[in-house]
């Protein structure tokens, strides 16, 4: 694969992780999933991670990806490139991992003193990538080492964080959420 088809499996292969972040914030509101407990004198996760936006980031996700599989034949068609199809289990993994990430890191971030909202560069952009792969890793380990071979892996790694900024910075100024990161 040239370097053109390596970026183009590996944003088709992250996008039902990439989604559920995004979506997150469109459904947000309602009860908070610590349901305001504390830890020492701080919340354990924040007002920032819902119920609501938790299932609805991941059922966004989920759908993302079945939605991918029934286009894939004619994407891999008029792309030119193999993009993968998603098996359901590595669909839950993807969506449901990416938004565990996000949570553990909003769970590390009231540890270390981090306010519902503050920046954490590096975690911020990297906590759902970590979160969506480790769990497809170990539950769909075939799928996962036909996808994600060590290129694919590598522009994941650059890819993400680019995505993840410039998709934040449009969602401030959208007005959909309160900070550009
Ligand atoms: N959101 C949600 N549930 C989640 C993740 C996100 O409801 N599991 C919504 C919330 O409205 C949240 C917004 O999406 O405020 C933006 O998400 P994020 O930036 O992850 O949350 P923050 O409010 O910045 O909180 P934290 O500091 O804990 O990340
Ligand atoms: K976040
Ligand atoms: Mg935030």
Same mark, same amino acid.
């Given at each position: 694969?040239?370097?053109?088809?390596?970026?183009?499996?590996?944003?088709?292969?992250?996008?039902?992780?990439?989604?559920?972040?995004?979506?997150?914030?469109?459904?947000?509101?309602?009860?908070?999933?610590?349901?305001?407990?504390?830890?020492?004198?701080?919340? $354990?996760?924040?007002?920032?991670?819902?119920?609501? #936006?938790?299932? +609805?980031? %991941?059922? *966004?996700?989920?759908? /993302? &990806?079945?939605?991918?599989?029934?286009?894939?034949?004619?994407?891999?068609?008029?792309?030119?490139?193999?993009?993968?199809?998603?098996?359901?289990?590595?669909?839950?993994?993807?969506?449901?991992?990416?938004?565990?990430?996000?949570?553990?890191?909003?769970?590390?971030?009231?540890?270390?003193?981090?306010?519902?909202?503050?920046?954490?560069?590096?975690?911020?952009?990297?906590?759902?990538?970590?979160?969506? $792969?480790?769990?497809?890793?170990?539950?769909?380990? #075939?799928?996962? +080492?036909? %996808?994600? *071979?060590?290129?694919? /892996? &590598?522009?994941?790694?650059?890819?993400?964080?680019?995505?993840?900024?410039?998709?934040?910075?449009?969602?401030?100024?959208?007005?959909?959420?309160?900070?550009?990161?």
């Amino acid at each position: 694969m040239d370097v053109i088809e390596t970026v183009v499996v590996a944003f088709w292969a992250m996008l039902p992780a990439y989604v559920p972040n995004n979506a997150a914030v469109l459904f947000g509101g309602g009860r908070p999933i610590d349901g305001g407990r504390t830890w020492g004198d701080r919340r $354990l996760l924040g007002d920032g991670k819902t119920w609501r #936006g938790t299932v +609805g980031g %991941t059922a *966004t996700g989920l759908a /993302l &990806a079945l939605a991918l599989n029934a286009v894939q034949p004619a994407a891999t068609d008029v792309l030119a490139v193999p993009v993968p199809e998603f098996p359901i289990v590595a669909a839950v993994t993807l969506a449901a991992g990416a938004m565990a990430g996000d949570i553990t890191a909003s769970f590390i971030k009231r540890r270390s003193g981090r306010d519902r909202g503050a920046a954490f560069p590096g975690l911020d952009q990297l906590d759902f990538v970590v979160g969506a $792969l480790v769990p497809t890793a170990i539950l769909a380990p #075939g799928w996962f +080492g036909e %996808t994600f *071979t060590a290129p694919v /892996l &590598a522009v994941v790694l650059v890819l993400t964080p680019l995505l993840h900024v410039g998709t934040n910075v449009v969602a401030y100024y959208l007005g959909l959420k309160d900070e550009p990161w």
